[in-house]
Every structure is written in structure tokens, then in C-alpha cells.
């Protein structure tokens, strides 16, 4: 039996970043993973896949965008999914190469199969001709993500309905499209297709989609997103979907209405990969909806046993995972070297516009004790901004009115993914409006919004003063 001191369970984005961070401090690691491919949904089937369709989406729309005479492009509907992300498999290539250079450098072993907890230290590793293995570790760590979850009742055998997973490989792009769930995969998708011209009807049960999003910066992206063509149909429930003989499929909806799709997109909600992995055997303990619960070093109440990722819940980023995976590794090796999750994590929704978000929403800042002065810059008055096409587009920054300090900003808009960076950096180095309006940006650029905002924060400072004098 194979002796190793940290065994993840799972390579996607946590399992891989513990598996480096213990290597690289000198133990003995072993990653167990079920699929061919190391990654996890971050590479195969999630943030990737789904980025790089959308960037090829843009790519296909610029002209539209930026409408130039005589330049036209129209997506012929008849290319299947995965030719039209013909570049994904290049970058998902290059993803696992780059996976599995960094573990052979540093040592680490891969184990085939699926990875089950015998006790707090061995596992037993089945592979897919159905052999056993036990290896054991002085930690294992619990990486085994998450999958889409599927009501029984939605019929995923038809090769029209299709989750998150399964979208990826329809034969063709559809011409209509419901989807179901107005959450973060919903809404990705939903500005995807329809960025490509096809109809697409976003179905949610709540007043609003992206309920977690500064409610001003989500009415831009509704906008847009109508604009673009998506039906919203909010508070809406789906009672039963009816295959045709067609191969189309009717959509019955709970207040009577009904709608016929060529494909339907269920994206509401994931559920923890939790289950048959002997976590009951061994006694750790799970929460709400099988997530598992750890505490601040993403360590389970079963000393050896770690979980970190999508397993755990809220946020499940890539991102976060990433992060997660490399805390949870010093701390069972007693690394001061990072301790928690940073306070300061920025949320990014590749939407189209995308949107992303740092720090306090106004609510909160208030609710801190914070008296906020709100500071805004419009992309449709930034040089780069028009260049761009983007009519939509909002920085929308939360200021102590006081201090000046910043406290948290919201973009919606081209590049919001990157530009909430600089929103990070200056609300970790506690610099706000004064930190804006002395510093230079590079013209014509994004950042110069910055600046703008920082002006109008300003200047709503100055109108309270003046009325305060007036008074
Ligand atoms: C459509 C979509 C878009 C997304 N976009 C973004 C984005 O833009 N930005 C972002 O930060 N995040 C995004 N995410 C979320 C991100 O992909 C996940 O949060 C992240 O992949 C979770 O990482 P993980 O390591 O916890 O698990 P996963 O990436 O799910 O990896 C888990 C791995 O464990 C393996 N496994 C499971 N059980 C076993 C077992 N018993 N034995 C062996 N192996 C096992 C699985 O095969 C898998 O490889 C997106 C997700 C989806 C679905």
C-alpha cells in the first residue's frame, strides 16, 4: 500500500492547487481522479467550455457591436456546439498540459479511479475496469466538486433537454432556447446564445434574476440583455416538459402558458458531490443539502479530513476553489504562509455585458455604520467605452463620505472582470476618491472611469455641503 501525507480527492481546481501547495513544501502527494482528464468542471465542463463560447460569440457579433458598412457575419445554425468552440479544445488541451507538467515536476502521483474513504487515513481507489487500490494518507482532502442538479421529472434522455453539462455537445445551435434558472449559469448562457441570434427565453422564479447584484447594475444588464433579444419570464415555474414528436419540446408552465423550444436548458441550481464517498463511514459531518461543513482551514470535524470547493458550497468559484485548496494545505501542514480566505473576493459574472463586484453593496456599507456618497461613471462617456459599442456599461463605486475611503464597486460592462481589480487594490490599500483623482490613467482607457466616478462622488459630497450651508 502506497504511504503518501496529503491524498485529494478530485482534480479540479482545489484538489490541484492543495496537491501543488503541499509538493511544493516537500510532501508526498497523490491526486485520485474518476475522469481521463484532470480539471475538474473548471477545464471540462464549466468555466472554460463556457468562456471560450463566449468569446466566440463576441468574435461573431463585433460587427453587429460595432457596425462597420459592408462588414456582415451571420452564425450558421446548423454548426454543432462543439464546432463552434473549436478553439476550447485547444485551450482545455493546453489546460491539462499544463496540469500535468506541474505535477510531474513535482512529483505528484495520479491515481485512476474513484477515490471512497475507508476509514479517516486509507482510501480505496476503483478503477474503470472495476480494480481496487488502497493508498493511504497522513491528510486527504475532499475535492470532488459538484454536478448540475436534475429534477426527476425533467427528461434528460431526450437529446433537447439538456443541463449545464450536456449543453456543450448539442448537435447543432438551436434556434429557440428556454432556460431554466436566473442564476449565474442561466444568465452566462442566456447572453451567449443570444449574442449568436438565438431565441432565447430566460425563465426564473423570482422577481429578478441575480438577486446577490447592485439592483441599478442589474437593470443595465436586463437591458442589454433585452436588447440583445432574451425574453425574461420572471416567477415562473415549469410544471412539465413534454417531448414532441418533432424533436421539439414543450415547456407547460405552472400559470397555464406553454411554449414550444428546440432545446431546454435546465441551469437552476448544483448539488455537492457528496455522496458515496464514505464520508458517513468515517463520520464527518454534512450540512444543508449535502454540502460538507468545515470550519475557517477547511478542515472537517474529522481532524485529517479536509474539503474545499464547490463540496463545501457558497461561493463555488473556480476562483475560491483555488484558493480554498492551497489554505487548506498549509494549515495541515502548519504553513503560516496563507492562512484564510482574503475578506476582498470579487465576484465575476461573464455575462454579456459581463458584471463584477467587489467589497460593500451600499446596504451594506450602511449597514456597517457607514453614511456612503456613491460615485458613478457611464462607459457610454469614456472614449474607450464607445469604441468598445458598449451603450450599457456602469462603474458604480461606494465611498465613505468621511474618509473617502472606498468601500466597494460594481461594473457592469466590457472588461468589468478585469477593471474590478483596481477597485480591489485600492480598497485593500484603504485609498478611495482622493487616491482617483491624483492618480494618472492611461487615455483612451477603461480605468479612466475610475476617475469620473470619483468626480461625481465629489461632487455629491459638495451638493450636500451646499445645501447644508443653504439650510
Ligand atoms: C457553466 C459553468 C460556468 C462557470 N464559470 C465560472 C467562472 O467563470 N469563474 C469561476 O470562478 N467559476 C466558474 N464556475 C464554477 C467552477 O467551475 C467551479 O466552482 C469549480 O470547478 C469547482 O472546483 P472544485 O475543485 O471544487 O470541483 P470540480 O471542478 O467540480 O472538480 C471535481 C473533480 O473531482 C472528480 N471527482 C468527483 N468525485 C470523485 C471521486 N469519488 N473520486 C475521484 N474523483 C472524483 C471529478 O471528476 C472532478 O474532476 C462555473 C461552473 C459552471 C458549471
Redesign the pocket.
Given at each position: 500500500m502506497r504511504d503518501y501525507d496529503l491524498i485529494c480527492?478530485?482534480?479540479?481546481?482545489?484538489?490541484e492547487k492543495a496537491a501543488t501547495q503541499a509538493a511544493y513544501f516537500g510532501h508526498r502527494v497523490a491526486i485520485?481522479?474518476?475522469?481521463d482528464t484532470p480539471g475538474?468542471?473548471?477545464v471540462n465542463?464549466?468555466?472554460i467550455p463556457?468562456?471560450a463560447l463566449r468569446e466566440t460569440a463576441l468574435l461573431c457579433s463585433a460587427f453587429n457591436r460595432r457596425p462597420l458598412p459592408g462588414m456582415n457575419f451571420r452564425v450558421d445554425h446548423n454548426v454543432s456546439v462543439a464546432k463552434f468552440m473549436a478553439r476550447r479544445h485547444m485551450i482545455e488541451q493546453q489546460e491539462h498540459d499544463r496540469i500535468e507538467s506541474s505535477f510531474d515536476q513535482q512529483g505528484i502521483t495520479v491515481h485512476n479511479g474513484?477515490?471512497?474513504l475507508i476509514d479517516a487515513n486509507n482510501v480505496d481507489i476503483t478503477n474503470q475496469s472495476g480494480e481496487k487500490h488502497r493508498i493511504r494518507g497522513r491528510f486527504v482532502l475532499i475535492?470532488?466538486?459538484?454536478s448540475p442538479l436534475r429534477p426527476k421529472p425533467i427528461p434528460f434522455d431526450h437529446p433537447a433537454v439538456v443541463d449545464?453539462d450536456g449543453v456543450l455537445n448539442l448537435s447543432r445551435i438551436p434556434a429557440r432556447m428556454i432556460i431554466v434558472g436566473g442564476g449565474v449559469?442561466g444568465c452566462?448562457y442566456a447572453s451567449i446564445f443570444a449574442e449568436i441570434n438565438v431565441q432565447v427565453t430566460l425563465v426564473h422564479n423570482g422577481d429578478h434574476v441575480l438577486p446577490f447584484v447592485d439592483a441599478e447594475c442589474r437593470q443595465h444588464l436586463v437591458q442589454a440583455m433585452t436588447y440583445q433579444g432574451v425574453e425574461f419570464r420572471p416567477n415562473c415555474a415549469v410544471k412539465t416538459v413534454e417531448p414532441q414528436p418533432d424533436g421539439t419540446i414543450r415547456v407547460v408552465f405552472e400559470d397555464g402558458s406553454n411554449a414550444l423550444t428546440d432545446v431546454l436548458l435546465w441551469a437552476a441550481g448544483r448539488t455537492s458531490?457528496s455522496q458515496?464517498?464514505g464520508l458517513e463511514t468515517v463520520g464527518v459531518e454534512l450540512g444543508e443539502r449535502g454540502l460538507i461543513k468545515v470550519n475557517d482551514h477547511y478542515q472537517t470535524n474529522v481532524p485529517s479530513i479536509y474539503a474545499?470547493?464547490?463540496?463545501i458550497g457558497f461561493p463555488?468559484?473556480?476562483?475560491t476553489?483555488m484558493e480554498q485548496g492551497r489554505i487548506a494545505a498549509c494549515h495541515m501542514f502548519g504553513q503560516s504562509f496563507k492562512s484564510k480566505l482574503t475578506h476582498l473576493m470579487p465576484i465575476?459574472l461573464?455575462t454579456i455585458p459581463a458584471v463584477s463586484m467587489i467589497g460593500q453593496s451600499v446596504d451594506q456599507a450602511e449597514k456597517a455604520g457607514h453614511e456612503v456618497v456613491i460615485g458613478k461613471a457611464q462607459y457610454r462617456y469614456n472614449a474607450r467605452g464607445r469604441m468598445l459599442g458598449d451603450e450599457q456599461g456602469l462603474l458604480k463605486c461606494v465611498f465613505d463620505r468621511q474618509t473617502k475611503a472606498l468601500l466597494g464597486a460594481t461594473i457592469v460592462g466590457e472588461d468589468a472582470t478585469e477593471l474590478i481589480h483596481l477597485a480591489q487594490c485600492v480598497i485593500a490599500n484603504g485609498g478611495g476618491i482622493d487616491y482617483f483623482i491624483n492618480t494618472c490613467f492611461n487615455y483612451p482607457s477603461l480605468g479612466e472611469l475610475y476617475k469620473y466616478a470619483a468626480y461625481s462622488a465629489l461632487q455629491a459630497i459638495g451638493a450636500k455641503r451646499d445645501v447644508m450651508k443653504a439650510a
Open positions: 480527492i478530485g482534480c479540479g481546481p482545489a484538489g485520485v481522479e474518476q475522469n475538474g468542471a473548471m465542463t464549466g468555466t463556457s468562456k474513484r477515490g471512497r475535492s470532488t466538486g459538484s449545464a449559469i452566462e458531490n458515496n464517498l474545499a470547493g464547490d463540496v463555488a468559484l473556480a476562483a476553489s465575476g461573464y
